[in-house]
């Protein structure tokens, strides 16, 4: 076989996007060196790096778990802090693992890890249910969230059977304890292998010591699941746009990424929110023009007609379903931020390619992870997972996350910091609040100069009522850059509080050019301000 043909055959091949996941000392990293190691992956100068390293926590010549976890925490500590993406390919199939942390605390990371995944595998210390009895809290917390992600594939790696003697018993008690979850949580295709990542047993190469089990591989397992997440080519044209493309005054095309079905050159398709219809000319890439563009490829559309089209708008198929177009909807947050979520803050939703302000309107319940079962929740802390209700400052076209990842999946970021701080999965829409009258629009700036507890009093207030208030005297926002952020807050209707002890005569001047007749420094005249703004709000 020539080179170029040994090339084509390896790009055609399908790519499995995996992640794993369970509690601390699972075996995670372990478990992914094993299979690079074991299919030939590693190279020479990385096994030599990790047989010199002062860290070795296996007893053998080699601490598989290092080809994975590289930071310097990871390796001290024994743990996995960050998200850790491996490639590696067989005969069959292209591989792109996610290893993700076990650690309560690093939660949000095993969520981000395992957005895109199409198996999830979930590690179970068979020697840790002996102790305990049942499975750990991080293990049903990390099948949830499987779930949740309506990832499609779901395999329990039963690892460190090397430690209980390859114990059938042991294994059927955690299969079963296993497969009750996944019955509870809803999940369809499961599989449950036994392992043992540092001996090898079943990684790769069939365990000699345990001829009970009669089922794959977790190598033949991730050769051979059929990869059904791709009926998102065969649903409803979804393709958001990501940029108007004017080289010249002869072109004019719509870049994007095709999120949902297909398109083709003379396809009849509408334009969201206008309703506009008109028909594809052209599908253009760079190497040339398709015949036909479907999930998950990045093209740019010329149409026949000059409509009015922008980034973050969208274009779908004439007579096909239409996604939902709503300002409010309700979706499943996992929480990412060591700042509470609380109803009436304000942040930024990114879903597909439009940024909108979304407020929290209420949260309807919390998870809990043990039982999954639903309990009362009045704030979301870091690594929680609720049901919440939000309301944007622009409509979003989307589909149910559990009919369709892409358009059903979006973010939370915080305005002045730009951190993202949560991940959503947007369930349906809801009732739109009424909007409000113009007198009870906008937000204030107040500076409670060398007074924290009245502005920490006054956001609270704000924040009862149901508006948007942060306080701006971090260490991150300096006052050459304060009238930025006001002005940013303002646009996002969220009040600005500082008890900064002394701001310079520009900056002041600054600030009360963004804030308007809504500057106050004075707790009474702000409280005014808020009760009027309040009484606005309520009235019909």
């Known amino acids: 076989m020539s080179f170029r043909a040994f090339l084509d055959s390896h790009l055609e091949q399908e790519m499995l996007r995996f992640t794993t996941a369970g509690s601390v000392d699972d075996g995670k990293s372990t478990l992914i060196g094993r299979l690079l190691h074991d299919t030939k992956s590693v190279y020479e100068d990385q096994l030599a790096s990790i047989r010199a390293s002062r860290v070795n926590r296996s007893g053998g010549a080699v601490d598989l778990s290092l080809l994975t976890d590289g930071l310097k925490a990871e390796r001290e500590q024994g743990i996995t802090i960050d998200v850790a993406y491996r490639y590696f390919s067989t005969a069959k199939r292209k591989f792109i693992i996610a290893d993700t942390p076990g650690h309560e605390q690093y939660t949000r990371n095993m969520a981000t890890g395992a957005s895109t995944a199409d198996v999830a595998i979930v590690l179970i210390d068979a020697k840790a249910f002996q102790r305990a009895g049942e499975l750990l809290p991080q293990s049903r917390r990390h099948t949830y969230i499987a ?19 390859y114990s059938a018993e042991i294994f059927e008690k955690v299969s079963a304890e296993f497969a009750a979850l996944a019955k509870r949580l809803g999940l369809k295709s499961v599989e449950v292998i036994p392992v043992s990542a540092l001996a090898g047993d079943n990684v790769v190469e069939h365990s000699t010591n345990m001829g009970w089990y009669t089922g794959p591989t977790l190598l033949e397992y991730l050769e051979t699941v059929p990869l059904t997440i791709r009926e998102t080519a065969d649903g409803p044209l979804r393709f958001p ?15 994007g990424r095709v999120e949902r079905g297909e398109v083709r050159p003379g396809m009849r398709v509408k334009a969201l929110p206008s309703g506009r219809v008109t028909t594809v000319k052209s599908i253009i890439t760079y190497d040339g023009e398709l015949s036909v563009a479907s999930f998950p490829l990045s093209v740019t559309l010329e149409l026949e007609d000059e409509i009015d089209l922008s980034r973050g708008e ?10 939902r177009v709503s300002s409010a909807f309700r979706a499943m947050v996992v929480w990412m931020h060591e700042q509470p979520l609380i109803a009436g803050q304000t942040y930024l ?3 597909t390619t439009r940024t909108v302000r979304a407020t929290v309107r209420k949260i309807l319940y919390g998870v809990d992870i043990q039982s999954a079962e639903q309990r009362e929740s009045s704030r979301l802390q870091m690594n929680d997972i609720a049901e919440v209700e939000f309301d944007t400052s622009l409509p979003l076209f989307f589909d149910a996350y559990a009919t369709n990842r892409e358009m059903g999946a979006l973010i939370l970021i ?17 009732e739109p609040l009424r909007r409000e009258t113009e007198a009870g629009k906008g937000a204030a700036f107040v500076w409670l100069r060398d007074r924290p507890a009245e502005a920490a009093a006054f956001r609270d207030a704000l924040q009862a009522r149901g508006r948007a208030a942060v306080i701006v005297d971090d260490a991150l926002i300096p006052e050459v850059a304060l009238a930025g952020v006001v002005r940013a807050l303002q646009l996002a209707e969220v009040s600005a509080i500082s008890a900064r002890a002394a701001l310079s005569d520009s900056t002041i001047e600054a600030v009360r050019k963004a804030a ?4 106050f420094e004075s707790f009474v005249d702000a409280s005014r301000w808020m009760d009027a703004s309040s009484n606005a709000e309520e009235m019909p």
């Open 314 to 323: 969208m274009l779908i198929g004439e007579n096909q379903n239409a996604p």
């Open 516 to 519: 308007g007749d809504s500057y």
């Open 414 to 430: 915080e305005p002045v910091t730009n951190a993202t701080v949560g991940a959503a999965m947007i369930i349906d829409a809801v």
């Open 147 to 165: 779930s949740l992600l309506r990832i499609p594939h779901v395999v329990a790696a039963i690892n460190k059977m090397d430690l209980v003697d």
């Open 241 to 255: 746009v990501q940029l108007v493309v004017r080289p010249d005054a002869e072109f004019r095309g719509f870049a």
């Open 349 to 351: 939703a990114k879903h």
